[in-house]
């Protein structure tokens, strides 16, 4: 059984949340959370990057010279890889560069990351991320506690906490439904709400 700290809005200790999720150093599988973040990289290219082959660049229909007699080594179309104005051998062609990530796999992920910020210390839980929705008041808050940079995530979606973070240079907010293990790794500390934590929880039990 795993003990975490809840603290209320001023960020001083109010309770606890005791879970049969386990969030021991033995969780921090750093392979899992490596190829999630590989593979969320990965879906959000474009990958429309295209270049014409031989048989789509236009003209190079009338032989470039005649076969014989120039010294020069025989040619078929001006449109060849080899000549100036021809196609692209081998060049990129549009395509989805997206990788599954089967639910084992994420929520194993889910799992490592909450492990590694709780035993890092840099995971805070609060009861309810209180915030009249603005960035200056967000910024003095949370700078003022030394928690930049900081990935926030509340229980709804429309929450003023995650108006208020949305203009912040070093933090990040989203809603649990939308947690995301790369935001997670690539902000130093995860500040989310005791019943956003309840719900990631709910999934990996």
């Known amino acids: 059984m795993t003990e975490i700290v809840v ?73 060849a890889p080899h000549m100036p104005g021809g196609g692209v051998a081998f060049g990129p062609k549009p395509r989805d560069f997206e990788q599954k990530v089967n639910k084992k796999m994420m929520l194993k992920s889910i799992q490592a990351i909450l492990a590694d910020k709780l035993q890092s210390g840099k995971l805070l839980v609060v009861d309810t991320i209180a915030s009249d929705g603005k960035t200056k008041t967000m910024q003095t808050m949370l700078s003022g506690r030394n928690l930049l940079p900081a990935l926030l995530v509340t229980t709804k979606a429309d929450s003023l906490a995650l108006r208020a973070v949305k203009n912040l240079q070093y933090g990040k907010g989203m809603a649990v439904e939308g947690f995301s293990v790369y935001e997670a790794v690539k902000y130093e500390n995860l500040v989310i709400e005791k019943d956003a934590l309840t719900t990631l929880l709910k999934r990996l039990e």
Do not use: M, W, Y
């Open 7 to 79: 603290l209320n809005s001023k960020f001083e200790a109010a309770g606890k949340i005791n879970t049969d999720v386990s969030l021991s150093p033995e969780d921090i599988n750093v392979p899992v959370v490596h190829q999630v973040v590989k593979a969320t990289l990965a879906s959000r290219r474009q990958g429309n990057a295209s270049t014409k082959t031989k048989a789509e660049v236009s003209g190079g229909g009338k032989k470039p010279f005649k076969q014989k007699g120039t010294g020069r080594a025989r040619q078929g179309s001006s449109r």
